[in-house]
């Protein structure tokens, strides 16, 4: 008995329903990055494990898919993008014009826990300024979030953006005598309070000389706890952002390298995880590649957006009427008479060339059919070629009407 293979857990195959559905998100973000004047790069799958072991954190290192090669180097394939930036603009940053607006969309990898929304194998949108220490690129950063999601289909009614400062907790820390080493661990435990029962958050705290009471009470400071959040806040209200804001000081995001304003967009009745996440991280250009650039960015995975698509009415339709749309026929061209076999094929290729999606039946079929099998394609137009070619008859199936055309009114009778 043959042996049945199973896709490996936490990786996906993608029909073609699937892929309509990931090219529609991937058009989207390409759309709307571009719309704000970014361009799109792109960086290897395999990376040097050390890259992600000098600034990731432990969290990311232990979840990597690391071997060692055929050359005896230990690699990483990717589970994350901004180091391979970090990198790349690093070796090259003298090369452009500052800021960097670059975006990319790549397959990434963790071993983590397949769960909803969470696979370990993902699509991911990421999208940076680099050379730019304005709170101006923080904002345009958020805008550029809230418009991927109004792009989707998606309103204020739907999501919100909970915006926070890392460095608001860092000063935090100091002024309450939390020591050097345990800011890190500080910063840890802040950014997983929603997940962790409340003794168990009180006594990690109390280990580093705080109290949850305290942690509490800095948390209802709101915006007052950041001057920097402050002025985002108030380019992203002139805007007409206001309404998708949340100002939230439980963010502070997990990856270790982050060191000021940082944002998560969630739908509103939060059942889902992170939706996209971000923030600055100014010294990680100098960590990676000794190049002193500050940088912020964001990032977006195919997993939890095509999920809330999917569940949120508006931007279900819309997706539908995407997918529906890739899997359009425009012409789908009958042969009535078996001998015009070579003229139908040269219409075919006339019209391909012309740019439509046009389908035909192999092999001979009945007229019958073939009008079923144009049907059942969705196609628009079917071109009956038939014993009076070079005449041949183009009908609108939606409109059942019919005009006669010859191969070289074929495109102007599709087009009236």
Known sequence: ??????????????????????NYIFDVWRRVARRYGFVEYEG???????????KSGDEIVNQLFCFEDKGERDVSMRPE?????????????????KPLRWFAIGQFFRY??????????????????????SRLADAEL???????????????QDFRIRISDRNAWVEFAQKNSVAEEDITTFLQIIDKMERTAEEKTASQLEAIGLSLPQIREFLESGADASTDLQGILD???????ASYLEVDLSIVRGLAYYTGPVFEIFDIGKGMRAVAGGGRYDQL???????????????????????????????????TEAI????????????????????????????????????FSFGEAKVGKQFQAAEQAGAKHAVIVGSEFPEVSVKNLAARSEVKATPDTILEALDS
């Open 112 to 133: 983590e826990k397949h769960q909803k929304g969470r696979g370990r194998e993902f699509y991911q949108f990421n999208c940076d300024i680099l050379g730019e220490d």
């Open 235 to 241: 380019d992203l209200a002139a805007r007409g952002f």
């Open 81 to 97: 993008l901004t180091p391979t930036l970090a990198r790349m603009a690093a070796a090259r940053q003298r090369d452009f014009r």
């Open 285 to 319: 250009l100098n960590l990676i590649g000794g190049v002193d650039l500050p940088a912020c960015g964001f990032a977006m995975g195919d997993m939890v957006i095509t999920d809330l698509v999917r569940e949120t009415p508006g931007p279900d339709k819309l997706l």
């Open 1 to 22: 008995m043959a042996q049945k293979f199973q896709t490996l857990p936490g990786f996906r195959d993608f029909f073609p329903e699937d892929c309509a559905a990931r």
């Open 44 to 54: 290897p799958i395999l990376e040097p494990t050390e890259l992600y072991r000098r």
């Open 142 to 156: 958020v805008a550029l979030a809230i418009d991927l999601m109004r792009e989707l289909g998606f309103t204020d």
């Open 324 to 359: 529906e749309a890739d899997r359009a026929i425009e012409v789908f061209v009958i042969v009535a008479d078996p001998g015009k076999q070579a003229e139908a094929a040269g219409i075919i290729q006339r019209l391909r060339e012309a740019g439509k999606r046009v389908h």
